[in-house]
């Protein structure tokens, strides 16, 4: 069943991981359309510039022709789904810590605007433990990757720690 609607999965998705695309691919089975919106946080120091990061997702997804849209935002989620009239947030879930995090956020979400719901997805069990913070320490020390996050991101990785020894 698929509803007819679109909705936005937010993230850092430095890089994105086998976990998110994970998500994204069991949501475009869902919903019309998925936007992974990368987040522009001045208070974060990413790995990959924000074209990286979303080069790296459009290389992934490219097989969900337009099903997946990639985009951008800084700032509050809430005034991001306004400004592009979508009301309904993804997030995907690998354990019960991180739903107590992230029931946090979405009822801060709802609090800030009303309209809108956050949906959940559990990661499938083979993603559970992959995170974008713990693939950089793999990759900075040499490990492989290749099996956590998607071809290009891969690559990336090797060449962006290869570079700093």
């Known amino acids: 069943m698929v509803f007819s609607s679109s909705i936005v999965f937010p993230g850092s998705f430095d890089p994105i991981t086998k976990g998110h695309f994970d998500i994204i691919s069991r949501a475009v089975t869902i919903f019309d359309t998925v936007v992974v919106a ?3 946080n001045p208070l974060k120091s990413p790995l990959f510039s924000l074209e990286e990061r ?3 997702i459009l290389s ?3 097989q969900f022709e337009k099903r997946v849209v990639v985009d951008h935002f800084s700032g509050l989620l809430v005034d991001y789904l306004k ?3 979508i009301r309904l947030v993804l997030r995907g879930l690998r354990a019960v810590s991180d739903y107590e995090y992230e029931a946090q956020i979405a009822l801060m979400n709802r609090h800030l605007d009303a309209q809108v719901e956050t949906f959940f997805l ?6 559970a433990y992959i995170s974008s913070n713990i693939v950089k320490q793999i990759a900075r020390f040499g490990g492989d990757v ?4 998607p071809e290009s991101a891969a690559l990336a990785l090797e060449h962006k720690f290869k570079a700093t020894k």
Not at 122 to 127: I, K, L, S, T
Not at 146 to 149: G, I, T
């Open 54 to 56: 979303k080069n790296f």
């Open 60 to 62: 992934a997804c490219n």
């Open 83 to 85: 400004q592009k009239n």
């Open 122 to 127: 559990m990661a499938r069990e083979d993603c």
């Open 38 to 40: 990368v987040l522009e």
């Open 146 to 149: 290749r099996r956590l996050v």
